[in-house]
C-alpha cells in the first residue's frame, strides 16, 4: 500500500486519575524529522516515544503533542527533613548558652524554620506510566498512518491514471516520429526539383541529407526509456511501500527524457506532445513529494 506523508492521529486514554492525550501531524519532508513536545516529567519517555514512532512512520515531519493530567490528590506529601531540625535545635540551644538566654523554642516555631518541613510529590511509578504513555501514542500512531494510507491510496489512483495519459503521448510521438523522415525526403525532393528543373536528381545525395536529418531528430532511445520509466513508476506505486525517493528519482529521469525529445524535434505536433508530456511530468512529480 501507498501512504501519504500528510497525515493526523489522536489517542486519549484515561486510567485511574490519570489521562494521557497524544496528537500527531505531519507534512512532506525529505527524511523522518519528528518533534515532541510534552510536559517536562515525560521527558524521560522522549527516547522510547522516538522509537515506538519509528514502526509506523519511515519519512514526514511528524508533530506529536502529548499533554498528561494527574488527578491522584494524594500525589503530594510532607516532608520532614529531621537532620536539619536538629542542626537548628543545636544551635539555638548553643546561643541560648553563649548570650544567656531562655531556649524557648516550640514545635510550631521550628516547623516554620527553612526546609524542616517540605511538600514533596510522590515518587511515579515509571512502568505503569509508561505503559499508560505507550498505549496513547500506539492509538494516536494507528490512526495516523490510518489517514496516511487514505491519502495514499487516492495519490496512487490519481498518478496512475497521469501516466496513462503520458504513454498516450508517448505512443502518438512514437507513431509520428518515422512520418516526419518521409515528410522531409518528399519536402526535400520538392525543393530539388524547384531548383533543378528537369535535371537529375542525386538520390545518393538525397539519401545521405535524408540520413543525416533521420539521426539528428531520432529520439527512438528516448521513447524506450521513458516508456520504462513510466512502466516501473506504475509497478512501484501498485506494489506499494516506501518508494517515494526512489519515485522521485525515475520522475527526474522521465523529466530529462522529455526535454531531450522536445530538444531534437522540428515537428510542431511532437513538439506540442512533448510540452504536454513535461507539463504531465511535472504534476506526477508534485505529488510523488507527497509519497512516503
Same mark, same amino acid.
Given at each position: 500500500?501507498?501512504?501519504s506523508?500528510?497525515?493526523f492521529?489522536?489517542?486519549e486514554?484515561?486510567?485511574?486519575e ?10 512532506n ?13 515525560l ?5 522510547a ?9 519511515q ?7 502529548i ?19 536538629a542542626?537548628y ?11 544567656g ?5 516550640r ?11 517540605g ?9 505503569? #506510566?509508561?505503559?499508560?504513555? %505507550?498505549?496513547?501514542? !500506539?492509538? &494516536?500512531a494507528?490512526?495516523?498512518?490510518? $489517514?496516511?494510507?487514505? +491519502?495514499?491510496?487516492n ?6 491514471s497521469k501516466?496513462n ?7 502518438y510521438i ?6 516526419i ?13 524547384e ?9 545518393g ?32 506505486l ?8 526512489? #519515485?522521485?528519482?525515475?520522475a %527526474?529521469e522521465?523529466n !530529462?527524457? &522529455? ?5 531534437? $524535434?522540428?515537428?510542431? +505536433? ?22 512516503e
Amino acid at each position: 500500500m501507498i501512504k501519504s506523508m500528510t497525515g493526523f492521529g489522536r489517542c486519549e486514554i484515561a486510567r485511574g486519575e490519570r489521562k494521557i492525550t497524544v496528537e500527531m501531524k505531519s507534512v512532506n519532508h525529505r527524511y523522518l524529522d519528528v518533534s515532541i513536545k510534552m510536559p517536562k516529567k515525560l521527558n524521560f519517555f522522549e527516547a522510547a516515544i522516538r522509537n515506538e514512532l519509528k514502526n509506523y512512520i519511515q519519512r514526514g515531519k511528524v508533530d506529536v503533542f502529548i499533554a498528561y493530567e494527574d488527578f491522584t490528590e494524594s500525589n503530594m506529601c510532607v516532608k520532614y527533613n529531621k537532620d536539619l531540625a536538629a542542626e537548628y535545635m543545636k544551635y539555638l540551644g548553643q546561643m541560648a548558652e553563649d548570650f544567656g538566654l531562655d531556649n524557648d523554642v516550640r514545635v510550631s516555631t521550628l516547623s516554620r524554620y527553612p526546609e524542616v518541613l517540605g511538600m514533596e510529590e510522590q515518587t511515579i511509578d515509571e512502568e505503569e #506510566l509508561w505503559l499508560l504513555l %505507550q498505549e496513547a501514542v !500506539r492509538g &494516536a500512531a494507528q490512526g495516523f498512518v490510518e $489517514t496516511r494510507v487514505k +491519502e495514499g491510496e487516492n495519490l496512487k489512483n490519481d498518478l496512475v491514471s497521469k501516466l496513462n495519459g503520458m504513454l498516450v503521448h508517448v505512443d502518438y510521438i512514437t507513431q509520428r516520429s518515422p512520418q516526419i523522415i518521409t515528410e522531409y525526403r518528399q519536402k526535400l525532393e520538392e525543393r530539388v526539383k524547384e531548383l533543378l528543373g528537369d535535371a537529375k536528381v542525386d538520390e545518393g545525395r538525397l539519401l545521405m541529407e535524408v540520413t543525416v536529418f533521420a539521426d539528428k531528430v531520432c529520439v527512438d532511445e528516448e521513447l524506450v526509456r521513458l516508456r520504462s520509466h513510466i512502466e516501473t513508476t506504475r509497478e512501484n506505486l501498485l506494489e506499494g511501500g516506501s518508494i517515494g525517493r526512489k #519515485l522521485d528519482f525515475i520522475a %527526474q529521469e522521465m523529466n !530529462r527524457e &522529455a526535454n531531450t525529445i522536445l530538444s531534437k $524535434t522540428s515537428d510542431l +505536433e511532437i513538439s506540442n506532445r512533448a510540452i504536454e508530456l513535461k507539463t504531465e511530468i511535472e504534476k506526477v512529480r508534485e505529488q510523488i513529494q507527497n509519497i512516503e
